[in-house]
């Protein structure tokens, strides 16, 4: 089952798949062991361009919550969703085990920006966009979120042959560092189309990087080509 309208924008297959890996998600040599490398590259991409300190946080796909966590760390108010209830219950037992503060919610973003828009100085969203239906839908929602001058972070796959024989064949297949339908080649987004999400929401699109992991060091860095994995950092226009 898919979704599609406001607040349902969804592939039941691809929460159920990810619900599956809810219990080994904060395990470092488990199936998300390459999320794990990625995160603080993510978390420096972020930290470089926005003040985490103080700041109210959205982070949407938070999945166990590595990333919500992460910048909660850094000083941020975070509020993170997701829609699978088993990722959001193992992110809510890890936050009061590890004594951080983030409030989860199994909640669309959509939904959201109905209900808060214009709240949050920074959204981030890693690692979600190819897993959903209408990933201009979610574009959009962040950019609904955000108050004037806020940033939206994310992070995706372009679509390539490199990603395609990395991401897919030599992570999946080869290495196994990932499970096999991680990740589908058709729903990779190319930098160009997600800059045209960007800016039909309204956004100001200022960088976008290449994150590359190194499985050999099991280490990611932010690099200047996004041939594969890729970041993205977008300004909502107006004071900040």
Not at 3 to 19: I, M, V, W, Y
Not at 94 to 115: M, N, T
Not at 216 to 232: K, S, T
Request: charged letters at 20%; proline letters at 6%; one cysteine or more.
């Amino acid at each position: 089952m898919t979704g599609t309208t406001a607040g349902h924008n969804f592939s039941q297959a691809e929460l159920d798949k990810f619900g599956a890996l809810a219990q080994r998600w904060w395990d470092p040599e488990g199936p998300q062991k390459p999320l794990h490398a990625l995160n603080p590259a993510r978390l420096g991409y972020v930290g470089a361009r926005a003040t985490l300190a103080g700041a109210r946080v959205l982070d949407v796909g938070c999945g166990g919550g590595l990333l919500s966590e992460a910048m909660a760390v850094a000083g941020a108010r975070v509020t993170a969703l997701d829609l699978a209830p088993e990722l959001v219950r193992v992110a809510r037992l890890h936050a009061r085990e590890s004594g951080v503060e983030v409030d989860y919610r199994q909640q669309a973003v959509e939904s959201l920006a109905d209900e808060a828009p214009g709240s949050f100085d920074v959204v981030t969203c890693m690692e979600m966009l190819e897993h959903v239906p209408d990933p201009a839908s979610v574009v959009e929602a962040c950019a609904r979120l955000l108050r004037p001058g806020g940033l939206l972070f994310l992070s995706t796959l372009n679509r390539t042959p490199a990603a395609f024989a990395l991401a897919i064949v030599g992570a999946e297949y080869l290495a196994r560092l990932l499970p096999r339908g991680t990740h589908q080649y058709r729903d990779f987004i190319r930098p160009s189309e997600l800059g045209a999400m960007l800016r039909a929401a309204g956004l100001e699109l200022e960088d976008v990087s290449g994150l590359a992991y190194e499985p050999w060091r099991n280490a990611a860095r932010v690099i200047r080509r996004p041939d594969v994995n890729y970041l993205a950092c977008a300004r909502k226009p107006g004071a900040g």
